[in-house]
């Protein structure tokens, strides 16, 4: 008995015929654009995870500028 394994399930209820191909060996033709959208799918989740990173630094610097504006005017003035 073949194993199936959730990433299948999900492969078949997304697209049944590109998951039955797939289990009866057919090769894709389009291998080149299959392989630049698997690029440019990386890329984009790197430059969310960028903007992600960079939305948590300007977070913490604008607290650390609210901390020593409470600072300067509790202690300072």
């Known amino acids: 008995m073949r194993i199936i394994r959730a990433s299948e399930i999900v492969s078949y209820l997304y697209c049944q015929r590109s998951w039955w191909y797939r289990i009866s060996g057919f ?10 959208g698997t690029e440019i799918h990386y890329q984009h989740g790197r430059t969310v995870l960028a903007a992600g990173l960079l939305r948590i630094a300007g977070v913490v610097l604008f607290l650390a500028a609210l901390a020593f504006l409470v600072y300067y005017l509790v202690v300072v003035l």
């Open 27 to 36: 090769e894709p033709e389009n291998k080149k654009e299959l392989q630049t």
